[in-house]
T-cell receptor, first 111, second 120 residues
């Protein structure tokens, strides 16, 4: 099946710093999604990307859908303590299809 | 805001026992999904369900697993004879339908809070 490689696996940063994480795939996805998971909870959608090259923002979060459709990145600017959690990229091909998740990036923010 | 709910939040069972995990998707949603997440690992797709039948399933979803929508609100995952390696968080998700609002985050999968299954 399709595999998503997500990096870094974990990050420990100072409050106020910017953060960047990315996902790469050996095959194409038509949609890239970024989710955040807090401990003991389900993933919550942050950003959805539908077009190659698309750059989309949601507050302090910015994500891009790579031109080749095989990668995506997520940036968080001016991190705050509540940004702590695990961030997952996910790809899917067609509407309604299954999501393939990356391995996650665990973000820790030091106040 | 409408949300997906799951019960129980934590289920402990003995190896070989049957378990049923329950989900109540968002009320006007038509497509339903089960995923699992082994502790510390990524979220993995199990099965999708539409119009009372399975649309897609992964290799994980073998004959020990089954899904059902017994009434207009519940969506269940049954594991017939649990194994130790079935211990994981199980997440239910749903979407309204295909293309109802174009390509937008409104149509992406809303996840429930999960059921932690522990098999002893």
């Amino acid at each position: 099946g399709q595999q998503l490689n997500q990096s870094p696996q974990s990050m420990f940063i100072q409050e106020g710093e910017d953060v960047s994480m990315n996902c790469t795939s050996s095959s194409i996805f038509n949609t890239w999604l970024w989710y955040k998971q807090d401990p003991g909870e389900g993933p919550v959608l942050l950003i959805a990307l539908y077009k190659a090259g698309e750059l989309t923002s949601n507050g302090r979060l910015t994500a891009q859908f790579g031109i080749t459709r095989k990668d995506s990145f997520l940036n968080i600017s001016a991190s705050i303590p509540s940004d702590v959690g695990i961030y997952f990229c996910a790809g899917r091909n067609n509407a309604g299809n299954m999501l393939t998740f990356g391995g996650g990036t665990r973000l820790m923010v030091k106040p | 805001e409408p949300e997906v709910t799951q019960t129980p939040s934590h289920q402990v069972t003995q190896m070989g026992q049957e378990v049923i995990l329950r989900c109540v998707p968002i009320s006007n949603h038509l497509y339903f999904y089960w995923y699992r997440q082994i502790l510390g690992q990524k979220v993995e797709f199990l099965v999708s369900f539409y119009n009372n039948e399975i649309s897609e399933k992964s290799e994980i979803f073998d004959d020990q697993f089954s899904v059902e929508r017994p009434d207009g609100s519940n969506f269940t995952l049954k594991i017939r004879s649990t194994k130790l390696e079935d211990s994981a968080m199980y997440f239910c998700a749903s979407i309204p339908g295909l293309g109802l609002a174009g390509l937008s985050s409104y149509n992406e999968q809303f996840f429930g809070p999960g059921t932690r299954l522990t098999v002893l």
